[in-house]
C-alpha cells in the first residue's frame, strides 16, 4: 500500500479532507484598507479597483460597522492639497489624523494602522523629499530630510491613536527614527509594522490611481527593491527587526510567495502579507462579475499567502473574505 492510495482516499470526502488540511484562513488574519477622503457622504468608485472607494471618514465609520468580523484596518488619506514636501501629510487635522481619532473613538477595540509615507501628499509623487540639486536619476532622495517628516507623520498619527504606524517610503533608517520619535514623546505602547521588503512592483498601479501617487519624474526603483533579489529583502528585514519593527512586511504577496516563505523560517517576529491593489483587481478582471469565480481564485491566492508564512494579510478583499469564512 503506497502512501498516495491512502491520501487519495481520504480526499474523496469533504469530512476527511478537511482533517488533513495544512492551511487554514480565520477571519480574523485580515487587514482591511481605506482610503480616506475629506468631506461627507462620500463614496466615490476607483476605477481601476471595482469595489473600492474613496470613502468621506463618516462612510468609513458606517462600512465598518458593517463590517461582521473585521478586526483591523490600514488607512490611506486621499488628499488634492499636495505641495513639494508633502506638508499635509503631519497636520493634526489632516485627513488620516481625523479618520484615526473618528474610528477610535466609536470602534475602541478595533486595530487602527496608518500608513506612513509621503507618496500620496507630494506633488511630485515620491515617497520622500527631493534634493534640491537632483543631478543623479538614482539618488534624489534627500534621506535625513525624509527621515524628519517620517517621524514627524508618524507621531501625529499616534497622537491621533494610531495603535500601529507602517512606514512604507523605503527610506533607510525609517523604523529606528520612527520608532525614537514614538518613544522619546512617550508613544512606547504605539507598534511599528513596517513594510520592510516592498518590491518596485508593477502591481502597485490600481493604488496609484487611488491616490494620484505616480510618481511625476523617474521610477522607485532607487528605493524599492528589485525583484529579482530575494536576499536583499531578507537583509531589509534583519534591518528593521534591529531598529524595533515589531511585525515586518512582505509586499506585494502574490508574486513575492518566496520571499514570505524565507522570511517566515528565518525570524522569529510575526509576518504580515499585503495582498496589493493588481493582485486585488487581477481577479475582479478575470471573474467579471462571477461572484462565485471571484471568491473561489480570492480564497485560493489568499489561502497560497497564508500557506507561505504569512501571520496575517492585508487586502481588499478583507471583507469579503470574513463573509466567506463565517
Ligand atoms: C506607499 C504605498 C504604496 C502601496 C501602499 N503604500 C504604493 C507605492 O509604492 O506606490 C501600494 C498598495 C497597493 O498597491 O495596494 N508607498
Given at each position: 500500500m503506497s502512501s498516495g492510495n491512502l491520501s487519495r482516499s481520504i480526499r474523496r470526502n469533504r469530512i476527511t479532507r478537511?482533517?488533513?488540511s495544512q492551511t487554514e484562513l480565520r477571519v480574523k488574519d485580515f487587514i482591511l484598507p481605506y482610503f480616506v477622503a475629506e468631506g461627507e457622504d462620500i463614496k466615490r468608485p476607483i476605477e481601476s479597483m471595482p469595489g473600492v472607494y474613496h470613502l468621506s471618514i463618516d462612510n468609513v465609520i458606517k462600512d465598518i460597522a458593517e463590517s461582521e468580523g473585521l478586526r483591523a484596518v490600514l488607512l490611506f488619506g486621499v488628499i488634492d492639497k499636495k505641495d513639494e514636501l508633502g506638508s499635509e501629510s503631519y497636520r493634526a487635522g489632516g485627513i488620516v489624523q481625523k479618520a484615526a481619532r473618528a474610528v477610535k473613538e466609536k470602534f475602541s477595540e478595533l486595530v487602527v494602522i496608518t500608513d506612513v509615507c509621503l507618496c500620496g501628499y507630494t506633488s511630485?509623487?515620491?515617497?520622500?523629499?527631493?534634493k534640491a540639486e537632483r543631478k543623479n536619476e538614482n539618488s534624489f532622495i534627500d534621506v535625513r530630510a525624509t527621515l524628519k517628516v517620517l517621524a514627524r507623520i508618524a507621531l501625529s498619527h499616534a497622537e491621533a491613536g494610531a495603535d500601529l504606524v507602517a512606514p512604507s517610503a523605503m527610506t533607510d533608517g525609517q523604523v529606528g527614527t520612527i520608532r525614537e520619535a514614538l518613544d522619546k514623546h512617550g508613544f512606547t505602547d504605539t507598534g511599528?509594522?513596517?513594510?520592510s521588503a516592498k518590491y518596485a512592483s508593477n502591481f502597485y498601479g490600481p493604488f496609484r490611481d487611488a491616490l494620484n501617487s505616480a510618481p511625476r519624474f523617474g521610477d522607485r526603483k532607487a528605493y524599492q527593491m528589485d525583484f529579482r533579489n530575494p536576499d536583499e529583502a531578507l537583509r531589509e528585514i534583519e534591518e528593521d527587526?534591529?531598529?524595533?519593527?515589531d511585525i515586518v512586511m512582505i509586499k506585494p504577496a502574490l508574486a513575492y510567495l518566496d520571499i514570505l516563505c524565507r522570511a517566515k523560517q528565518k525570524f522569529n517576529v510575526p509576518v504580515a502579507a499585503y495582498n496589493v491593489s493588481g493582485e486585488y483587481s487581477m481577479i475582479k478582471a478575470m471573474s467579471g462579475g462571477d461572484q462565485e469565480m471571484e471568491k473561489?481564485?480570492?480564497l485560493e491566492v489568499l489561502t497560497s499567502i497564508k500557506r507561505a508564512g504569512a501571520d496575517f494579510i492585508i487586502s481588499y478583499f478583507g471583507k469579503e473574505a470574513a463573509k466567506w469564512l463565517k
Open positions: 478537511d482533517w488533513i511630485h509623487g515620491h515617497c520622500g523629499i527631493i511599528i509594522l513596517a513594510y527587526i534591529s531598529e524595533g519593527a473561489n481564485l480570492a
